[in-house]
């Protein structure tokens, strides 16, 4: 006992005896002594001018060193200076062994960093060159045995025992850093940098205060930031934790359109390094209306993450948060819309892949609903999403009165300018670069669509696209009555991208169809069309110049609505019985029954040769082509008159005209209006002319045959009544019957 007493009291002797040699020496020593010292080893290791101009002090209880008024200037330029910094050590820890930081203040801290025109910063002329180049200082104290322990030993050696670390006070307070780029003209300065924490312990949380502003010219952009929360750190620094996060952001500058914007955050956080796990609780973000919450966690930090929480975007106005954020409004033609969006949705799959369950997205009244999927290796992009109905043409910029007034004179400026507008110039449709990264799989529903007026009901499509290989495998609906089918191959891996294009329409009912579409009513019947294209190329016009294929169609009881072919064909037959038509009311369409034909496809040239269509008392054939470039159609086509087409009698139907074809043309330019397209040809009615003077022959030849055939029989008569007699005569004249006709 007496021993252990007597080793109690040497060790105490000597702690007292440590104490008062550093409170002596503190008492004795003046460090502003040392001044001339310290600037002169600093200028002759490095390049930069040390300047102290307040005083150096320091303490005992608790051990600290205090510094006011340094600078250090680097090519008589200021490179770094500060107001004030004290560091005091807790004595009583030191002699625990448990070392204790009291206090840290760092107050005026003001750094100029600077890039010069060729790039070279000047923090790397710090150093003298020798020294740079060396590692060692330019007095050569360094010894060349001198070895730095390796980076693996000392994790060794840190691993061995928790790290035990401890600050009572930190405080850096009017901090300013400066940065100039001379090659860019960009610089940025963060300014105003404070920061407040106390009860820095390892293994228990701690407040922090942080706050700073942050200036950038290019662009002219400032952000004011005050971020609060309690920080945590286990002592093998594998785990962390935030929490109680709050943090306001206020923005403001040309990204904004010199408007003021705020955005927070909010929120919890945990990581563990060891066991590769991250949790975020309860996180926040809002940017001006708009706001954002999710909570998820991660396991894995490598290339196979698995992924689990929420993630929820409240309802927000599109068109207010741009105009929060000074951006351009966007204008549409209903503007109503954009003024309600969000997205929620759970977020689950296995590693590796980040899976969006029950995701629902809200567009103003319509409502989306399905499950998305992202690889992370691959990209790989999946998509599964069903909606209820939309509007596009809501969505469109207004048409403007200019717009109108443009629309409604194009014609009429088109055919009097002897020049036409020169095009914008032609860009590539389709970032191909991209579409051969694509990896996706994509199936969309919707039950109702509006677009350029058009209404279509029960959309389904389905895309795929890996390796350069876009294919729209489906994409089908019901429109007008009917419905119809799609499919495109898209190869785009060549630079000359290949298309093929299939298509099928059933039913559709063209006249509310072309009145919704273009405000057009020239045609009505229920339409079917099979469409079978091929064509390469990444631009319209190249697409048009190569495309080859078919497109057979057929309308089944229709009508031309703004054309009467009857009475085209009554003034041809009027001309040939040489008289004129009477009536006055033929009205303004023609009925049809089974109107069909092919058009074959070649570049921008649409040729038609077998054009039929059963009318009223007449027959319809035609041929021509339609020249998409030039918007222009050429057609001959024919009225085979077979049975009464009319009651008016100039347009009676005799035998002269019966089978005769009346000429009609369609030319023009088919954006115009469509009814002044067709006509009746007089250029070629003079054919018909013939066709009914061969008839008039033939009728003649055939009424002087049966007049002597006539003639011949009354003869035979007479002859068998004088030589047999009257009743006799009669039985005989019977069995004649039919022997000249």
């Known amino acids: 006992m007496k021993a252990l007493r007597y080793l109690i009291l040497a060790i105490i002797g000597i702690i007292v005896l440590v104490a008062a040699a550093i409170a002596i020496a503190i008492a004795v020593i003046d460090p502003n002594d040392y001044k001339p010292q310290i600037e002169k080893a600093v200028e002759d290791n490095t390049n930069l001018d040390l300047i102290l101009d307040g005083d150096i002090g320091w303490s005992f209880i608790p051990l600290g060193l205090e510094l006011n008024n340094v600078e250090a200037k680097l090519d008589d330029q200021s490179f770094v200076s500060l107001q004030q910094l004290i560091a005091q050590l807790d004595f009583w820890s030191l002699i ?28 790397t002329r710090i150093m003298k060159e020798d020294a740079a180049a060396t590692g ?22 840190g691993a061995a025992e928790p790290l035990n670390f401890n600050v009572e006070n930190v405080q850096i ?78 923005m403001n500058g040309e990204p904004f359109g010199d408007k003021s914007v705020q955005a927070t955050l909010g929120g919890s956080a945990e990581v ?73 949705t759970d977020i689950a799959g296995p590693a590796g892949t980040v899976a969006l369950n029950g995701l629902k997205i809200t567009l103003d009244d319509t409502t989306f609903q399905g499950d998305a999927r992202y690889g992370i290796s691959n990209g790989a992009i999946g998509l599964n999403l069903q909606g209820d109905k939309i509007n596009a043409d809501r969505y469109l910029p207004p048409a403007s009165e200019e717009d109108a007034a443009a629309q409604g004179s194009a014609g009429d400026s088109q055919s009097a300018s002897s020049s036409p507008a020169t095009p914008a110039e032609e860009t ?26 058009l209404t279509i009901n029960e959309i389904q499509s389905k895309i795929t696209a890996n390796d350069g290989l876009l294919k729209v495998n489906q994409f089908s609906g019901k429109l007008y009555d009917g419905s119809f089918g799609a499919n495109v191959t898209l190869d785009a891996r060549s630079d000359n991208p290949s298309w093929v294009i299939g298509s099928k329409v059933n039913s559709v009912q063209t006249l509310p169809l072309l009145q919704d579409l273009a405000e057009m009513d020239m045609l009505s019947g229920g339409a079917n069309l099979n469409v079978d294209v091929k064509t390469t190329g990444n631009r319209i016009s190249a697409l048009r110049n190569n495309a080859n294929g078919l497109v057979s169609f057929n309308l089944a009881e229709g009508q031309f609505t703004r054309m009467n072919l009857t009475r085209m064909a009554c003034q041809g037959i009027a001309l040939a019985n040489q008289e004129s038509l009477t009536t006055s009311d033929w009205g303004t369409s023609t009925p049809f029954n089974d109107m069909r034909g092919t058009l074959k496809i070649d570049g ?76 009746f040809d007089g250029s070629r009615f003079r054919d018909t002319l013939k066709d009914m003077a061969a008839n008039a022959a033939k009728a003649k030849a055939k009424e002087e045959v049966d007049e002597a ?13 004088e030589k047999l007699g009257e009743e006799a005569g009669s039985k005989v004249k019977d069995a004649l019957k039919g022997l000249f006709k």
């Open 96 to 123: 625990s062994m448990s070392p204790r930081v009291n206090t840290f203040v760092l107050d005026g801290l003001d750094a100029n960093l600077s890039v010069d025109k060729q790039g070279n910063g000047n923090w």
């Open 136 to 157: 060692t200082p330019s007095d050569g104290s360094a010894q060349a045995g001198d070895t730095a322990p390796t980076p693996a030993a000392a994790a060794e050696e």
């Open 173 to 250: 307070s009017n901090a300013r850093v400066h940065y100039d780029d001379q090659a860019t003209g960009q610089s940025v300065t963060l300014d105003n940098f404070a920061v407040n924490a106390r009860d820095i312990t390892l293994g228990q949380a701690f407040p922090l205060d942080l706050s700073f502003r942050v200036e950038t010219n290019q662009p002219r952009f400032a952000v004011d930031a005050a971020i609060s929360a309690e920080l945590g750190a286990n002592e093998a620094l594998n785990e962390f934790a935030i929490a109680n996060l709050d943090g306001t952001f206020d």
């Open 272 to 344: 563990n390094l060891e066991n590769e796990v991250a949790t975020v609780s309860g996180f926040t973000a809002s940017l001006a209306d708009l706001k954002l919450r999710t909570d998820l966690s991660v396991t894995g930090f490598g290339d196979q993450p698995q992924l689990q929480g929420k993630l929820d975007i409240a309802a927000f106005s599109l068109k207010e948060l741009l105009e929060a954020l000074g951006q351009a409004p966007i204008d549409t033609a209903d503007p109503e819309v954009l003024t309600r969006m969000a997205l929620a």
């Open 428 to 453: 590539d449709l389709l970032p191909l670069d991209t579409l051969r990264a694509l990896i996706m799989d994509i199936n969309l529903g919707l039950g109702e669509l509006i677009v350029s007026n």
């Open 604 to 679: 921008n040239t649409l040729n038609n040769t077998d054009l039929v269509a059963s009318l009223a008392g007449m027959a319809l054939e035609g041929d021509g082509t339609v020249d998409m470039a030039a918007s222009q159609l050429d057609y001959e086509l024919g009225l085979r008159i077979v049975g009464e087409i009319h009651r008016d009698p100039a347009c009676r139907v005799t035998e002269y005209v019966k089978n005769a074809v009346i000429p009609v043309e369609c030319r023009g330019n088919f954006t115009e209006d469509p009814a002044g397209l067709c006509s």
């Open 709 to 721: 055939k006539q003639k011949a029989e009354e003869k035979v008569k007479e002859k068998l009544e």
